[in-house]
C-alpha cells in the first residue's frame, strides 16, 4: 500500500518558470490538499479538494492552481514560480469531512528551491 | 484567534527526562485533536488523535496527550524522552489546520 506519493522530491526553478507538482493516493481518500512549510511557520494550507471536480483555496493560494479530475490525483501547478515560493510542499489526503475524527496521510514532500 | 497554538518553538530536554510539549486550541473548533511527527527530511505521521471517549490518549512511542475542555489544551507527553523522539512535533485540529511546530532536542 503506497499511501501518498509525491514527486519529484527535489526540484530547482528558476524565477519565471512554471513547474507541477504530483501528488497522488491510493486509499480512497475523499479529501486532499496542499501545505507549505516554512520554517517557524508550520504548514499553511494552499489548495484543497473534498472530491473529484471539487477544489477551494486556503489560507495562502496566491501563484498556485489545482484541479482534482480524479480521486487519485491532486497536481499542484505553480504558475509563474518567484524566490517567495521556496519551500517545502506536502501533499495530504484523508477520509475527508465527513469522518472528522480521522487523520491525515501525508507523502515525504517536494523540496523546492526557487532561484 | 489561531485554530492551534503551540507554545514554545523548541524544547530541549535530557535523555531520560519528561517530554512536554503544549498545544492549545480555539474553542470554536470541533474538539477532533491530533498530534503529528515529522522526523527530518520525511512527511508527518500521526502520533495519537483524540475524537471522543477517554480523555488520556495513548500514541505512539509511549507518547500521551491529555484533552482537557475546561483549559482549550491538549499537551504531549512522555515519561522518559529518547535519543530517537528527536523530531518536530504538530499539534492539529479538525479541517487540517496546524500550529506552528514545536522542534524537539534530547541532550544525551
Known amino acids: 500500500n503506497a499511501g501518498v506519493t509525491q514527486t519529484p522530491k527535489f526540484q530547482v526553478l528558476k524565477t519565471g518558470q512554471s513547474m507541477t507538482l504530483q501528488c497522488a493516493q491510493d486509499m480512497n481518500h475523499e479529501y486532499m490538499s496542499w501545505y507549505r512549510q516554512d520554517p517557524g511557520m508550520g504548514l499553511r494550507l494552499i489548495h484543497y479538494?473534498?472530491?473529484?471536480?471539487?477544489?477551494d483555496q486556503g489560507e495562502v493560494p496566491n501563484g498556485y492552481n489545482v484541479s482534482r479530475s480524479t480521486t487519485e490525483d491532486f497536481p499542484l501547478r505553480l504558475l509563474s514560480a518567484a524566490p517567495s515560493q521556496t519551500s517545502v510542499y506536502f501533499c495530504?489526503?484523508?477520509?475527508?469531512?465527513?469522518?472528522?475524527?480521522?487523520?491525515?496521510?501525508f507523502g515525504q514532500g517536494t523540496r523546492l528551491t526557487v532561484v | 484567534a489561531q485554530s492551534v497554538t503551540q507554545l514554545g518553538s523548541h524544547v530541549s530536554v535530557s535523555e531520560g527526562a519528561l517530554v512536554l510539549l503544549r498545544c492549545n486550541y480555539s474553542?470554536?473548533?470541533?474538539?477532533?485533536l491530533f498530534w503529528y511527527v515529522q522526523y527530518p527530511n520525511q512527511g508527518l505521521q500521526l502520533l495519537l488523535k483524540?475524537?471522543?471517549?477517554?480523555?488520556l490518549v495513548k500514541g505512539i512511542n509511549g507518547f500521551e496527550a491529555e484533552f482537557k475542555k475546561s483549559e482549550t489544551s491538549f499537551h504531549l507527553t512522555k515519561p522518559s524522552a529518547h535519543m530517537s523522539d528527536a523530531a518536530e512535533y504538530f499539534c492539529a485540529v479538525w479541517g487540517g489546520r496546524f500550529g506552528a511546530g514545536t522542534r524537539l532536542t534530547v541532550k544525551p
Open positions: 483524540y475524537t471522543t471517549g477517554a480523555t
Open positions: 479538494s473534498v472530491g473529484a471536480g471539487i477544489t
Open positions: 474553542s470554536s473548533v470541533p474538539p477532533y
Open positions: 495530504a489526503s484523508s477520509r475527508g469531512t465527513r469522518a472528522p475524527n480521522t487523520e491525515a496521510f
